[in-house]
């Protein structure tokens, strides 16, 4: 018996959950030494590796929600009481100590100065010659914002696995971080393998078909923080297969493979990733996808690289990467939120012959708050992820009359 | 394709896998399940860490071969192995070997065997690393004799009966 | 004959991970083991007869009388130590 038996054959066909789950569980999290520190500018879209944690107060010290005039409650113990203004406070000055008797013209954001204890804004107040009259019983605090009522010091304002968007760069910023600790972006060699595979720009041979996946895979890689290491089209024999594998491992901590994984399919993949590591080959329930191989390479080192081989199917490819990989690639980086978020929508359209897999569908919002269908969902070509802006998550065995609300899930919520 | 045997870095929670070794299967009438773990102590020296290397590709598929060979000697229902890999802390578990059967002397001892069997012939080597440093932990010749109560004559820890060519 | 070989735990440490090695004729997994150590230095210290090893040919344990083919793969290791 060889090696290459190990080339599992495939199976039953299994639920996408439970491969997912399978595939999580054998992927490690980062320890906590592979981060590294990037300046808050160069953070966008990296996870964060350690809590965010504010130097400052927020507010840092008491100032005034509005404009008015700053002054004690027990100066001003009824409405009508005409005070006179001892100062004036414009935002980013810090005043000096109340007098006692006497009111501070005040701004908002500005410190509230020592002694005074509540704000009058100014609608409630009327200037007089002598000073200002007080039209309002004031109330202790109001129009106050305390110090550290937003963040206090110390606090935790961002968390670790967070993935940053800009907003989350700011709030940094705004609790004196210049730095972050984020998670090293995971290195994932990519290939394809088959030699009917052609690059564009090269001319068509006949039996040929230009190779997409290398540029729509190499994109979703890097768009969810990965560091592409491209090796292009790997020729269709063994040995070029598994010094492919060698070399992606190499350096790389996943290796993706598109092509040669589907049942039947003359190809060398299989083999070699089992005799390079070890090979899980399994049919998921999905459509489109199906054929899912999952293993890990040995690298020189002894120490092991992931591997995931996706069918060559573009559309297949595309959808299977957005719930196979792109979950690794998030857990790769510690980030916390790893599946995505659907959202309950109305179906515009009617979907009537039911399929025994569970189906993504690819759809598109339209003006009416409902959702339009792609009308050719079988095609290979990438036409109706195009046109769609999202996935419908259709349970197998489930048909859909228009007006029924699915699971819809947003290429911008899939695509980081 | 097995759902019997996972090697993996993460931690598991033997109840829920318990749980779902019993699930839907109303012929079972006793689970017994064994939990190996990251001793705190080893040769007087306090346990920092644990590496645990393995052989993937031979690892699970010699797991499920015992697994056959606990089907063929007792009467269950269902068995289950995990077995973690990668770096474990001390008092972290390692291994969770679970057997559901009709009745109970079926079920200790099928999940006895896996054990013994495991320990000598599963392709993991263990690094402990104390404050003194790092050392392989050495195999124990103990553990042959329990496989050899199983009527099993496969060595570990001994030198070989007759010598190489 | 070509064969690849797989190191693991104090063996991978000492002599690294894998290497393809040309046997020349037929031979079985002891042979393999004794040519090896004929390199002498780390070789000989690691995979010598004075050490207990376990091997494996296409990742089942075998015993070094097991015959070799073309194109397999024998991995040598300590006793194992798992569980």
């Given at each position: 018996?060889?090696?290459?038996a190990?080339?599992?054959?495939?199976s039953?066909p299994?639920?996408?959950?439970e491969?997912v789950?399978?595939v999580?569980?054998?992927v490690?999290?980062p320890s906590?030494?592979?981060s590294?520190?990037?300046?808050?500018?160069e953070?966008?879209?990296?996870?964060?590796a350690?809590d965010?944690?504010?130097?400052?107060?927020v507010?840092?010290?008491d100032?005034?929600?509005m404009?008015?005039?700053?002054l004690?409650i027990a100066?001003a113990?009824a409405?009508?009481?005409?005070?006179p203004?001892?100062?004036?406070?414009p935002?980013?000055?810090?005043g000096v100590?109340?007098?006692?008797?006497t009111?501070a013209r005040?701004?908002?954001g500005?410190q509230?100065?020592?002694?005074a204890?509540t704000v009058?804004m100014?609608?409630h107040?009327t200037?007089?010659?002598?000073?200002v009259?007080?039209?309002?019983?004031p109330?202790a605090g109001?129009?106050?914002r305390r110090?550290?009522e937003?963040?206090?010091q110390?606090?935790?304002v961002l968390?670790?696995?967070?993935?940053l968007a800009?907003?989350?760069?700011?709030m940094?910023?705004s609790?004196?971080a210049a730095?972050?600790?984020?998670?090293?972006?995971?290195?994932?060699a990519?290939?394809?393998?088959?030699?009917?595979l052609?690059?564009?720009?090269e001319p068509?041979?006949?039996?040929a078909?230009?190779?997409?996946n290398?540029y729509?895979?190499?994109g979703l890689?890097?768009s969810l923080g990965?560091?592409c290491?491209?090796?292009?089209i790997?020729?269709d024999?063994?040995?070029?297969t598994?010094?492919?594998?060698?070399?992606?491992?190499?350096?790389?901590?996943l290796?993706?493979?598109?092509?040669?994984v589907s049942v039947g399919?003359?190809?060398h993949?299989?083999?070699?990733v089992a005799r390079?590591g070890?090979?899980?080959?399994w049919?998921i329930?999905i459509k489109?996808g199906k054929?899912?191989?999952f293993?890990?390479?040995?690298?020189?080192?002894g120490?092991?690289a992931w591997?995931?081989?996706?069918p060559g199917n573009p559309?297949?490819?595309?959808?299977?990467?957005?719930?196979a990989?792109?979950p690794v690639?998030l857990?790769?980086?510690?980030?916390t939120?790893?599946a995505?978020?659907?959202?309950?929508?109305?179906a515009?359209f009617a979907w009537?012959?039911?399929d025994?897999?569970?189906?993504?569908?690819r759809?598109?919002r339209n003006e009416?708050?409902?959702?339009d269908?792609?009308?050719?969902q079988?095609s290979?070509?990438?036409?109706?992820?195009?046109?769609?802006d999202g996935?419908?998550d259709?349970?197998?065995?489930?048909t859909?009359?228009p007006?029924d609300v699915v699971r819809?899930l947003?290429?911008?919520?899939?695509?980081g | 394709m097995?759902?019997?045997?996972?090697?993996?870095p993460?931690?598991f929670?033997?109840?829920?896998?318990i749980?779902?070794?019993?699930?839907?299967?109303g012929?079972v009438g006793a689970?017994?399940?064994?939990?190996g773990?990251?001793?705190?102590?080893?040769g007087g020296?306090?346990i920092?860490?644990m590496?645990?290397e393995h052989?993937?590709?031979?690892?699970e598929?010699?797991?499920e071969a015992?697994?056959?060979?606990?089907f063929?000697?007792f009467?269950i229902?269902?068995?289950?192995v995990?077995?973690?890999?990668?770096r474990?802390?001390?008092n972290?578990?390692?291994?969770?070997?679970a057997?559901?059967?009709?009745?109970r002397?079926?079920?200790f001892?099928a999940c006895?065997f896996?054990m013994?069997?495991?320990?000598?012939q599963?392709?993991?080597?263990?690094?402990e690393?104390?404050s003194?440093?790092?050392r392989?932990?050495d195999a124990?010749?103990?553990?042959?004799?329990a496989?050899?109560r199983?009527g099993?004559e496969?060595?570990?820890?001994s030198m070989?009966?007759e010598p190489?060519? | 004959m070509?064969?690849d070989v797989?190191?693991?735990a104090?063996?991978r440490e000492?002599l690294g991970?894998a290497?393809t090695?040309?046997?020349?004729?037929?031979?079985d997994?002891?042979?393999?083991r004794?040519?090896?150590?004929?390199r002498g230095?780390?070789?000989?210290?690691t995979l010598g007869?004075?050490?207990?090893?376990?091997s494996?040919?296409?990742r089942v344990?075998c015993?070094?009388?097991?015959?070799?083919a073309e194109g397999?793969e024998?991995g040598?290791f300590?006793?194992?130590?798992g569980g």
């Open positions: 018996m060889s090696v290459d190990n080339a599992a054959i495939p039953t299994l639920e996408l959950d491969a789950a399978r999580l569980g054998r490690e999290r906590s030494g592979n590294e520190l990037v300046s808050t500018f953070a966008l879209h990296r996870v964060l350690a965010v944690v504010s130097l400052i107060d507010p840092p010290a100032n005034s929600a404009d008015g005039y700053a004690r100066d113990p409405a009508g009481v005409v005070l203004i001892s100062q004036r406070i935002a980013g000055t810090v100590a109340l007098q006692p008797r009111v005040i701004f908002t500005a509230i100065p020592q002694g204890d009058v100014q609608e107040c200037v007089m010659e002598d000073g009259r007080i039209d309002a019983s109330r109001a129009a106050i110090r550290g937003d963040v206090a110390g606090g935790v968390r670790a696995g967070l993935r800009p907003q989350a760069l700011g940094a910023a609790v004196g730095s972050l600790q984020v998670a090293r972006r995971p290195r994932v990519l290939f394809s393998t088959g030699d009917e052609a690059m564009p720009g068509l041979k006949p039996g078909i230009y190779n997409s290398r729509t895979l190499r890689i890097e990965g560091v290491d491209d090796l292009g790997v020729p024999r063994l040995d070029a598994r010094e492919a594998l060698k070399r992606a491992a190499e350096g790389n901590d290796i993706v493979s598109c092509g040669g399919e003359e190809d993949l299989k083999p070699a390079e070890r090979l899980d080959l049919q329930a489109p054929p899912l191989a293993g890990e390479v040995f690298r020189s080192d120490s092991l591997f995931i081989g996706l559309v297949s490819s595309f959808v299977t990467f957005l719930f990989v792109r690639l857990k790769l980086q510690g980030a939120e790893l995505p978020k659907s959202i309950a929508m109305r515009d009537p012959r039911a025994r897999r569970r189906e993504f569908l759809v598109r009416a708050g409902g959702l269908l792609f009308a050719n079988g290979a070509v990438l036409t109706s992820t195009i046109w769609a996935l419908v259709n349970p197998g065995g489930a859909i009359a007006g819809y947003p290429f911008a919520e899939l695509l | 097995s759902a019997r045997v996972s090697i993996r993460d931690d929670d033997a109840g829920a896998e749980a779902a070794l019993r699930a839907g299967d012929g689970v017994a399940a064994f939990i773990t990251v001793r705190n102590r080893s020296a306090e920092a860490s590496e645990l052989y993937p590709g031979m690892t598929a010699s797991i015992m697994i056959d060979a606990a063929g000697r009467d229902r269902a068995a289950r995990v077995h973690r890999v990668g474990l802390a001390a972290e578990q390692i291994v969770l070997v057997v559901a059967s009709a009745h002397g079926q079920a001892q006895e896996l013994d069997y495991l320990k000598t599963a392709p993991f080597w263990k690094k690393s104390t003194a440093g790092a392989w932990v124990r010749v103990a553990d042959d004799a496989l050899a199983w099993i496969a060595v570990n820890a070989p009966a190489s060519s | 070509k064969v797989r190191y693991f104090s063996v000492a991970a290497e090695v040309d046997l020349g004729a037929t031979a997994v002891g042979a393999l004794d040519m090896l150590t004929a230095g780390r070789y000989a210290e007869r004075h050490r207990v090893l376990r494996a040919r296409n344990l015993a070094e009388s097991v015959a070799l397999d024998v040598f300590p006793p194992v130590t």
